[in-house]
């Protein structure tokens, strides 16, 4: 039996998952969560698939490891290549998992009018196809047009500035999607509700836009309801935070991401499947 009182889980490639955290700290604030970003791998979007799937799978267990009820793929690639990778890990510990590619699909289908939808992802995330699936499995006659976008999800992270030549990267990347006619666009990586104004601007206020915070917040709390494991109370729960890149580098962009302070950040360096060394807030093993 899991006990109700164990945090949620959640990891990403780097920091876009906060902005699902962000979400769920809003929606279930009496919760506790452990976030992990894996920022010495990021991007996550240009990894090779396979290697990339090792290493979702030793992120999942030490997770698992710490003792947490619940584990959300905060980050549409691993998603899209390794979700079956996190439920088997998973389903050996009895616990549930909840993606962000499913929640975004369902919503997408359930409000565009015109049935054309956009899908700006990895490269990953597009040439899985897990979106087109997703949605293809909602039982409507959709059209999907998906359009790579590997360079915006760095450009996110490092903090680039916002000048003309970030807008003709991004116009490039919507101009297929405007062709199209679409009325809905997922923003298929955690990482774009932060430039969402820029993209709502080239395509217009009429396109709707679906970011994977809302969706996988209210599949959390659906999950974690169905299973009896939700906590009750008005008490704030607890978060913490772990990376496996500098942890300077880490705090700068995640407060700016999480825009909550972050307390203690603690470095995990994964060598091998054995057990990861866990260093201090400062770095020093």
Avoid at 83 to 109: C, K, L, T
Avoid at 153 to 168: H, K, N, R, V, Y
Avoid at 206 to 228: E, I
Avoid at 268 to 285: H, K, L, Q, T
Wanted: hydrophobic fraction near 45%.
């Amino acid at each position: 039996m899991i006990d109700a009182s164990l945090p949620v889980a959640m990891f990403d490639s780097g920091v876009g998952g906060l902005t699902v955290l962000h979400e769920c700290l809003v929606a279930l604030p009496q919760e506790d969560y452990v976030y992990l970003g894996d920022t010495a791998w990021f991007p996550y979007g240009t990894r090779d698939p396979e290697r990339l799937r090792d290493r979702i799978a030793l992120i999942t267990e030490d997770l698992l490891e710490r003792g947490v009820k619940l584990v959300v793929i905060a980050c549409n690639t691993a998603t899209a290549i390794g979700e079956d990778v996190v439920r088997e890990v998973a389903a050996g510990y009895g616990v549930q998992v909840v993606p962000v590619v499913q929640p975004q699909a369902e919503i997408a289908a359930a409000i565009t009018e015109n049935r054309r939808i956009g899908v700006l992802a990895t490269t990953n995330t597009v040439e899985s196809g897990a979106y087109r699936r997703a949605l293809e499995a909602q039982g409507r006659a959709l059209e999907v047009i998906e359009v790579a976008a590997p360079r915006l999800a760095p450009f996110i992270q490092d903090g680039s500035l916002f000048d003309e030549e970030t807008m003709e990267m991004a116009r490039g990347y919507c101009a297929p999607l405007r062709e199209a006619g679409i009325d809905t666009l997922i923003l298929g990586c955690t990482h774009y509700p932060l430039v969402a104004p820029m993209l709502q601007r080239i395509l217009g206020r009429n396109v709707r836009l679906v970011s994977g915070g809302h969706a996988v917040a209210a599949a959390v709390q659906r999950t974690l309801t169905r299973a009896g494991l939700a906590r009750t109370g008005d008490e704030e729960g607890a978060y913490e935070f772990f990376c496996t890149g500098p942890i300077a580098d880490f705090r700068e962009v995640a407060t700016r991401f999480l825009q909550m302070p972050l307390g203690e950040v603690r470095q995990i360096e994964f060598a091998d499947r054995g057990r990861p060394s866990v260093c201090r807030a400062d770095g020093a093993v």
